[in-house]
């Protein structure tokens, strides 16, 4: 089973309709949850941190559900510059010997949208 | 921008050569993971650099490796180069383990033939 498992896509939508992206991740213990941004052959952009009490930015909404292990992000109303891909990604932190610890982020295979005129 | 810088932005290798791939983190940061994206896929974590030691690993063979400079800037090796090494490499930046504050590079593309 994938650390992190998002929709397959590709979802192709109209200017204007909502979007809802879906993600389950396997560790439980994870601790950290974001959206991640990807244009097409650029560098992944932090979109939002999610949070377990939901949080908004703008048309942004993004949902946590730790039980569940199960996180989504919502995109209303939405406009031809949000076609990109959109990763899922969660972050587990370990203690290190040396007191200190280390985090890595773990994405999904991300979900490609396009919106059309 | 990000302030993280990689080279080469596109590279070329036959299988069984070895690539050095180099970036350069953001300002004041000390921390530089890599991760590998092959196409249609998300980044895969390969290591991470923290003060010039290794601070981490995934699952990757020992053929991949990187060393960290003490102005922080990384380095990341692949020897005997593999056709599934081709691949779009990103480091990213960061202070410490605040990874909600990991800035990544425009990244490597390298294509293995």
């Known amino acids: 089973r994938k650390e992190v498992e998002q929709d397959p896509g590709p979802f192709n939508v109209p200017e204007g309709a909502t979007v809802a992206f879906n993600c389950t991740y396997s560790?439980?213990?994870?601790?950290?949850f974001f959206w991640y941004r990807q244009d097409c052959r650029k560098e992944p952009k932090l979109l939002m941190s999610?949070?377990?009490s939901g949080n908004e930015d703008g048309r942004f909404t993004a949902q946590l559900n730790r039980a569940s292990q199960y996180i989504s992000l919502l995109i209303r109303d939405s406009k031809l510059s949000d076609s990109a891909t959109y990763l899922c990604v969660v972050n587990f932190r370990q203690s290190m010997n040396y007191g200190g610890s280390q985090g890595n982020l773990i994405f999904g295979k991300g979900t490609k949208l396009s919106v059309k005129p | 921008e990000t302030g993280v810088t990689q080279s080469p932005t596109h590279l070329i290798k036959t299988r069984g050569q070895q690539v050095t791939l180099r970036c350069s983190s953001q300002?004041?940061?000390?921390?530089v993971s890599w991760y590998q994206q092959a196409l249609g896929q998300g980044p895969q974590f390969i290591f991470q650099?923290?003060?010039?030691?290794?601070?981490g690993r995934g699952n990757f063979p020992p053929r991949f490796s990187g060393l960290q400079f003490p102005n922080y800037s990384s380095e990341l090796n692949v020897n005997a180069l593999e056709l599934d090494d081709s691949a779009l490499y990103l480091c990213?930046?960061?202070?410490?383990?605040?990874?909600?504050?990991?800035?990544f590079g425009p990244g490597t593309r390298l294509t293995v033939t």
């Open positions: 560790n439980s213990a994870s601790q950290s």
């Open positions: 999610v949070y377990s």
């Open positions: 300002s004041g940061h000390n921390t």
């Open positions: 650099y923290y003060r010039e030691e290794e601070n």
């Open positions: 990213a930046s960061s202070l410490g383990d605040r990874v909600h504050e990991q800035y």
